[in-house]
């Protein structure tokens, strides 16, 4: 046997394992965050976007984003709806073996809308997450600090990616593009701007 059949031999094994399938919510196509960070899974993993249709599939990770997203419909029966329905599709995931990643963006609705049902909602979804990831130490910290269950978890810190590629480079002086003398203090916001 040569010195290289054993790596020919594991990378035949690699092309035919199956691939890990991971569920991902939400995709969003308005912000790079998501569709970037999946594009870099590798070639042993396959994503498909979350939708109800594809519960019919088996998944070994339903990477959730943003679930307190749920609280921010104003109407509560709707969010209350919309929230079980999320939770019993979580514990369909769960029952056939797929394991539960949530990546903490937030540790509570922006909006504020129903305390109480946000409170529940937090009992109920916790116990349900099987693996953390968060975009810092801080924030993992944070999240722990508020969901101790957190701390039994497998958890990692994957810092937020760039979006250099994503958006067209800006060739000349941005600041006399916009009219915007030299000497001028200059405050950028990253993120979306809301009542």
């Known amino acids: 046997m040569s010195a290289i059949q054993p790596l020919l031999e594991s990378e035949a094994v690699a092309r035919t394992a199956p691939a890990l399938r991971v569920l991902a919510w939400p995709i969003d196509p308005g912000n790079p965050y998501t569709a970037s960070l999946y594009a870099q899974m590798g070639p042993g993993v396959h ?41 019993a599709m979580i514990d369909l995931v769960r029952l056939r073996g797929g394991k539960i990643v949530w990546t903490v963006h937030n540790l ?63 060739e000349g002086d941005a600041r006399a593009e916009l009219g915007i003398p030299a000497n001028a203090r200059v405050m950028l916001f990253f993120g979306e701007i809301r009542a």
Not at 64 to 73: G, R, T
Not at 141 to 156: I, K, N, S, V
């Open 47 to 87: 994503v498909d976007e979350f939708s109800p249709a594809r519960l019919v599939h088996r998944y070994g990770v339903w990477h959730v984003h943003w679930p307190e997203s749920l609280l921010n419909i104003r109407n509560a029966a709707l969010a209350a709806f919309k929230l079980s329905s999320f939770l």
């Open 108 to 170: 509570k609705a922006h909006d504020n809308l129903h305390p109480k049902l946000e409170a529940m909602f937090y009992r109920r979804f916790i116990p349900r997450v099987d693996g953390v990831i968060s975009l810092s130490e801080t924030g993992l910290a944070l999240a722990r600090e508020r969901f101790p269950r957190l701390r039994q978890l497998p958890a990692t810190v994957i810092p937020h990616g760039h979006y250099r590629d994503q958006y067209p480079r800006c």
